[in-house]
Structure formats: structure tokens, C-alpha cells
T-cell receptor, first 115, second 110 residues
Framework: DTEVTQTPKHLVMGMTNKKSLKCEQH?????MYWYKQKAKKPPELMFV???????INESVPSRFSPECPNSSLLNLHLHALQPEDSALYLC??????????????FGPGTRLTVL | RKEVEQDPGPFNVPEGATVAFNCTYS??????FFWYRQDCRKEPKLLMS???SGNEDGRFTAQLNRASQYISLLIRDSKLSDSATYLC???????????FGSGTRLQVQP
């Protein structure tokens, strides 16, 4: 099973709202990722968690706050977003072993619209 | 210069055609290589990993040339369902994250 699930599929929020995106995988992967993707652009890395610890933050604004409660779950907390934050937010997971080549499996994404 | 460069296309080809995509990468510490496929408004899905000896999966053949830092994807007998954006993706040693090319769009026409 190479499934990564994400909820919600779609989210519309105002600039003063607080919301959370959720991601779950049961492949035993120990690395999980958040990406942001704008239309006709490749995914852009936001955060990497390795063994439930934040290992990469690509200078993401503090209005995005990641959380990894356990090895299967990854959340992205959103607060005071701007309209330009509207995008597809993708979660991915992978093994961390070099032998597996770091293949990442993506969830279906949450399409976020900020009004 | 971008770390991973691809021709953005679009490539418009008839059904049954053979089409080739190229990708170059700039970091010689790149270690693992992949082609992902992304349909419109969907997530990227792994198409195939790329190995030094070249590898084939059905109608798809991937090649890697480390000396030239070049990766290719060949699709034979194109189907309408092959229409998608193809992302060239590289793992750089020590970077702990994938680097994506900007993608090549393929449109297969009846």
C-alpha cells in the first residue's frame, strides 16, 4: 500500500481564520514532507520531518506551522494567511534509508483558497 | 541556472508516436533520479526511478548519463492517457529533499 491521505480536499478560509491540514501514511515511512504548488509550477518544498523532528524549514513564513504528532501523522496549522497563499498543498512521505533511493509518495493534496 | 532543467513543452504528439523528454541537472552530488507524472490538478505520482544502466517499464524507458548530467525519458506508442506533465526529479546527497524540474507537458492527440 503506497497511500498517503490528506484532509480536507478543499479548504476556503478568510485571512483571519485558523485552520489545519492533515496528512496520514501507514507505510512505516519515517520522513514526511509539506510542499506548496502553484498552478503550472513544480512543487516547492516547505518542511521536512525526519523521525518526527523538523529537519528542514525552507524559510517558510510563521503563519504556516507544521506539527508531527507521531510517525504516521503530519499537520500544517494555518493562521492569518494571505490570498497569495492560495495553492495546492501536498504532503509526501518516504523511507529515509539510502538503499530505497528516497522515493517520495504524495497525497492527493488540499486545494486551499484564501479570501 | 536552475538545478534541474527541463524543456517545458508542450509536446503535442499523435497517438502511437514516440516522444522523448530530456532533463539536465547541475549538481554533481546528485545521487538518485526519478520521473514523476502529474495530471492536471492531481498529485505527482512516481513513474519510474532512473538507474545508471538504464531501465525500462513497458512503453517507458529511462536513461541516465552521469558524465553529462543528463536524464531522459522515452515513451513509445503514446496513448491519450499519457497526456500529463512529466517532472524530472533529483535527490542531492546531503540535501535531504528532492529537487524538481519545472516539468514537461505532453499532450497526446487522437
Amino acid at each position: 500500500d503506497t497511500e498517503v491521505t490528506q484532509t480536507p480536499k478543499h479548504l476556503v478560509m478568510g485571512m483571519t481564520n485558523k485552520k489545519s491540514l492533515k496528512c496520514e501514511q501507514h507505510m512505516g515511512h519515517r520522513a514526511m514532507y509539506w510542499y506548496k504548488q502553484k498552478a503550472k509550477k513544480p512543487p516547492e518544498l516547505m518542511f521536512v520531518y525526519s523521525y518526527e523532528k523538523l529537519s528542514i524549514n525552507e524559510s517558510v513564513p510563521s503563519r504556516f506551522s507544521p506539527e508531527c504528532p507521531n510517525s504516521s501523522l503530519l499537520n500544517l496549522h494555518l493562521h492569518a494567511l494571505q490570498p497569495e497563499d492560495s495553492a495546492l498543498y501536498l504532503c509526501a512521505s518516504s523511507q529515509t534509508s539510502e538503499a530505497t533511493g528516497y522515493t517520495q509518495y504524495f497525497g492527493p493534496g488540499t486545494r486551499l483558497t484564501v479570501l | 541556472r536552475k538545478e534541474v532543467e527541463q524543456d517545458p513543452g508542450p509536446f503535442n504528439v499523435p497517438e502511437g508516436a514516440t516522444v522523448a523528454f530530456n532533463c539536465t541537472y547541475s549538481n554533481s552530488a546528485s545521487q538518485s533520479f526519478f520521473w514523476y507524472r502529474q495530471d492536471c490538478r492531481k498529485e505527482p505520482k512516481l513513474l519510474m526511478s532512473v538507474y545508471s544502466s538504464g531501465n525500462e517499464d513497458g512503453r517507458f524507458t529511462a536513461q541516465l548519463n552521469r558524465a553529462s548530467q543528463y536524464i531522459s525519458l522515452l515513451i513509445r506508442d503514446s496513448k491519450l492517457s499519457d497526456s500529463a506533465t512529466y517532472l524530472c526529479v533529483v535527490w542531492v546527497t546531503g540535501r535531504r529533499a528532492l529537487t524538481f524540474g519545472s516539468g514537461t507537458r505532453l499532450q497526446v492527440q487522437p
